[in-house]
C-alpha cells in the first residue's frame, strides 16, 4: 500500500504506484514522480496497482468486445486495448499511434525446421509495428508517462529499435524531442536511417551499447530529461501486452512455452510480470514456461543463470556471482559481439527482473550462434514472415530446446519476432549473396562459415531464351 503522504499528493495516480522489487525493501512512490530506481536501495522498480480498487474482467474473453469499438484511438491500440491491465493513466493522457497491430502466425514450415509437430508452433511477429519492433509496446507506455509529467525531451541510448522508436513517437505526436545516444559502429542502418529520418538529436559515443547506457542515465538526471530505457518500469508495463495478444490470437488458451531473445531482458520482465498478474487475478489457471535466449556473443543471462547458478531466491538474490562476471568483463575487456545488433548486450539492466520471471514461469536460458541464427532466420523468411537476426534467435533457441529434449514435440510453442526484416537487411543480403567478399565481410567475421538456407540470385545474359530456360531450370 502507499504511505499516506504520497497518497495524499497523487491524483488519480492514487490506483497506481512504483514499488521497489526487492521484498526485503519494499519502498512505494507514487506514479506521477519520474524514478529508474528505488531511492532506499538502488533496486529496479515495478509499476504496482490497488488491484481491489480497479474493474478487472472477470474473464480474459471481455477484452474480445473491445474490437467493437475500433474508431476509438484508445481500443484499437493494440496495448491500450488492454487498459484496465494497465490502467496508471487516465485516458485522455494516454498516446497512440496505432501500435499493436501484430499477429500470431502458427507456421509449419518453421515448425518442421524447429522439430515440431503440426499446428504446433506459433511466431508472435511484432514487426508489424509503426516502427518495425516490439518497442513500440513500451514506448506507447513511457511515453504516456512522460506526457502526464509534461517532458519536453526524451531519451534513450540504443542499438537502434528503442531509438527508432522514440523518434517514431517524437515526431508523430510533436509532444517532445527526441535524444538518442549510440555506441559506435554499433547501429545497423536500417534503424539509424528512422532515428535520423524522424529529427531526433542523434549522438553518437565511442564505445558500445553499454557505455551509451551508462552516459544516458547520467545525462538525463543532470539535465532532467525523461529516460525511455527499459529500466523505465513504465515501458515494461506496455510490453506485458504482447502476451495478452498471444494469449487472445489461441482464444484464451495458455501455451506451453513462450521463447524470447534476450538481450536487455525487458520483454523476458515484462512478460512474467504478466503471467504474474493474470495468476494472481484468477484470469489463467496455468502459466507457460519461459525460454531467453542469448546469442553467443552476448550471452550474460546465460552464463549467469545456466552456469553459475544465480536465481531470484524469492528476491534475495546472490550478488556475488554478477559482481565477479561484470569484473572480469571489466578486466578483460569484454565486448558484446553478434550480428544480433538489437540483443548486443553485456550487461542487461532488467537481469533481476528477468530473474523473477524464470523463477515464476519455470523458465530456462540458452544461446545461440550467429550460424544457429541466421540459418533460423532463413527458415522464418522463407515462410513468409522475415525478421531481423535477433528476433530469429527464439526460433534458433526453440530448436535447441527441441533437440536437448526440452521442449517435446507436442508442446505449443510461441516464438517472439521482435523485429521486421527491413531493420538489418545487410545481414539477410549478406547470407542469400553470391559475393563471397560481401559475406566474409558481414559474416564470416562472426564465425558465420556457411549459408545452408541461402536463395541466391541466378546470373543469365540478356537473352530472352536464356532467361527463360533459367526460369523453367530453377522454378
Given at each position: 500500500m502507499?504511505?499516506?503522504?504520497?497518497?495524499?499528493n497523487?491524483?488519480r495516480?492514487?490506483?497506481?504506484y512504483?514499488?521497489?522489487?526487492?521484498p526485503?525493501?519494499?519502498?512505494?512512490?507514487?506514479?506521477?514522480?519520474?524514478?529508474?530506481s528505488c531511492?532506499r536501495?538502488g533496486?529496479l522498480l515495478?509499476?504496482?496497482y490497488?488491484?481491489?480498487r480497479?474493474?478487472v474482467?472477470k474473464?480474459?474473453?471481455?477484452?474480445?468486445?473491445?474490437?467493437?469499438?475500433?474508431?476509438?484511438?484508445?481500443?484499437f491500440?493494440?496495448?491500450w486495448?488492454?487498459?484496465?491491465?494497465l490502467?496508471?493513466?487516465?485516458?485522455?493522457?494516454?498516446?497512440?499511434v496505432g501500435?499493436?497491430?501484430t499477429?500470431?502466425?502458427?507456421?509449419?514450415a518453421?515448425g518442421s525446421?524447429?522439430?515440431?509437430d503440426?499446428?504446433?508452433l506459433?511466431l508472435?511477429?511484432e514487426?508489424?509495428?509503426p516502427?518495425?519492433?516490439?518497442?513500440d509496446?513500451?514506448?506507447?507506455a513511457?511515453?504516456?508517462h512522460?506526457?502526464?509529467?509534461?517532458a519536453?525531451?526524451?531519451a534513450?541510448?540504443s542499438?537502434g529499435?528503442?531509438?527508432?522508436s522514440l523518434?517514431l513517437?517524437?515526431?508523430a505526436?510533436r509532444?517532445m524531442?527526441?535524444?538518442i545516444?549510440?555506441g559506435s559502429?554499433?547501429?545497423?542502418?536500417?534503424k539509424l536511417?528512422?532515428?535520423?529520418?524522424?529529427?531526433a538529436?542523434t549522438?553518437?559515443?565511442?564505445?558500445d551499447f553499454?557505455d551509451a547506457?551508462?552516459?544516458?542515465?547520467?545525462?538525463a538526471?543532470?539535465?532532467g530529461?525523461?529516460?525511455?530505457?527499459?529500466?523505465?518500469?513504465f515501458r515494461?508495463?506496455?510490453?506485458?501486452t504482447v502476451?495478452?495478444?498471444?494469449?487472445?490470437a489461441?482464444?484464451?488458451?495458455v501455451?506451453?512455452w513462450?521463447v524470447?531473445p534476450g538481450?536487455?531482458?525487458?520483454?523476458?520482465s515484462?512478460f512474467?510480470?504478466?503471467?504474474i498478474e493474470l495468476k494472481?487475478?484468477?484470469?489463467?489457471d496455468r502459466?507457460p514456461r519461459?525460454?531467453?535466449?542469448?546469442?553467443?556473443g552476448?550471452?550474460?543471462?546465460?552464463e549467469?543463470?545456466?552456469?553459475?547458478g544465480?536465481r531470484?531466491?524469492?528476491?534475495?538474490i546472490?550478488?556475488?556471482p554478477?559482481r565477479e562476471y561484470?569484473?572480469k568483463?571489466d578486466?578483460?575487456?569484454?565486448?558484446a559481439?553478434?550480428?544480433?545488433?538489437?540483443i548486443e548486450i553485456?550487461r542487461?539492466?532488467?537481469?533481476?527482473?528477468?530473474?523473477r520471471a524464470?523463477?515464476?514461469?519455470?523458465?530456462v536460458?540458452?544461446?545461440?550462434n550467429?550460424?544457429?541464427?541466421?540459418d533460423?532466420?532463413?527458415?522464418v523468411?522463407?515462410g513468409g514472415f522475415?525478421?531481423e537476426?535477433?528476433?530469429a534467435?527464439s526460433v534458433?533457441g526453440a530448436k535447441l530446446l527441441r533437440?536437448?529434449?526440452?521442449?517435446?514435440?507436442s508442446?505449443r510453442?510461441?516464438?517472439?519476432?521482435?523485429?521486421?526484416e527491413l531493420?538489418d537487411?545487410?545481414?539477410?543480403v549478406a547470407?542469400?549473396?553470391?559475393d563471397q567478399?560481401?559475406?566474409?565481410?558481414?559474416?564470416?567475421s562472426?564465425?558465420?562459415?556457411?549459408?545452408s538456407?541461402?536463395?541466391?540470385?541466378?546470373?543469365?545474359?540478356?537473352?530472352l531464351?536464356d532467361?527463360?530456360?533459367?526460369i523453367?531450370?530453377?522454378s
Open positions: 502507499l504511505r499516506q503522504a504520497e497518497k495524499h497523487a491524483s495516480t492514487d490506483l497506481a512504483q514499488r521497489c522489487i526487492n526485503a525493501c519494499g519502498a512505494t512512490y507514487e506514479a506521477h514522480s519520474i524514478r529508474t531511492d536501495c533496486d515495478d509499476i504496482a490497488e488491484w481491489d480497479l474493474a474482467p474473464r480474459l474473453n471481455e477484452f474480445e468486445a473491445m474490437w467493437s469499438q475500433r474508431t476509438n484511438p484508445i481500443r491500440s493494440g496495448v486495448r488492454f487498459h484496465e491491465l490502467p496508471f493513466a487516465p485516458q485522455d493522457k494516454i498516446v497512440t501500435e499493436g497491430q499477429l500470431l502466425q502458427q507456421t509449419d518453421v525446421f524447429v522439430g515440431m503440426n499446428g504446433k506459433h508472435q511477429y514487426g508489424m509495428n516502427s518495425g519492433s516490439f518497442k509496446n513500451g514506448m506507447c513511457a511515453f504516456t512522460a506526457r502526464m509529467m509534461d519536453k525531451r526524451a534513450c541510448a542499438t529499435n528503442t531509438s527508432a523518434a513517437y517524437c515526431s505526436t509532444l524531442k527526441a535524444v545516444f549510440i559502429g554499433k547501429i545497423s542502418y536500417g536511417s528512422q532515428a535520423l529520418d524522424y529529427g538529436l549522438v553518437q559515443i565511442a564505445g553499454d547506457m551508462l552516459r544516458v542515465q547520467q545525462v538526471k543532470q539535465l530529461i525523461y529516460l525511455v530505457n527499459s529500466v523505465n518500469p515494461l508495463e506496455g510490453q506485458k502476451m495478452y495478444r498471444v494469449l487472445e489461441l482464444q484464451w488458451e501455451p506451453d513462450i524470447v538481450g536487455n531482458l525487458g520483454n523476458s515484462a512474467g510480470k504478466a503471467f494472481q487475478h484468477g484470469l489463467i502459466v519461459l525460454a531467453v535466449i542469448n546469442a553467443g552476448a550471452d550474460t543471462a546465460y549467469l543463470y545456466e552456469r553459475r544465480v531470484w531466491n524469492g528476491g534475495n546472490n550478488m556475488d554478477i561484470n569484473d568483463m578486466r578483460e575487456g569484454l565486448k559481439d553478434t550480428i544480433a545488433s538489437a553485456n542487461p539492466v532488467n537481469l533481476k527482473k528477468c530473474l524464470l523463477d515464476f514461469m519455470d523458465g536460458v540458452r544461446q545461440v550467429d550460424q544457429e541464427i541466421l533460423a532466420k532463413a527458415k523468411g522463407a522475415g525478421c537476426p535477433a528476433s534467435a534458433a533437440r536437448e529434449g526440452v521442449i517435446a514435440p508442446d510453442v510461441v516464438c517472439i519476432l521482435t523485429g521486421h531493420k537487411p545487410t545481414a539477410t547470407y542469400h549473396t553470391t567478399d560481401l559475406f566474409n565481410k558481414v559474416l564470416g562472426r564465425g558465420v562459415t556457411k549459408a538456407f541461402a536463395n541466391r540470385a541466378i546470373a543469365v545474359p540478356n537473352e531464351d532467361i527463360i530456360k533459367a523453367q531450370l530453377y
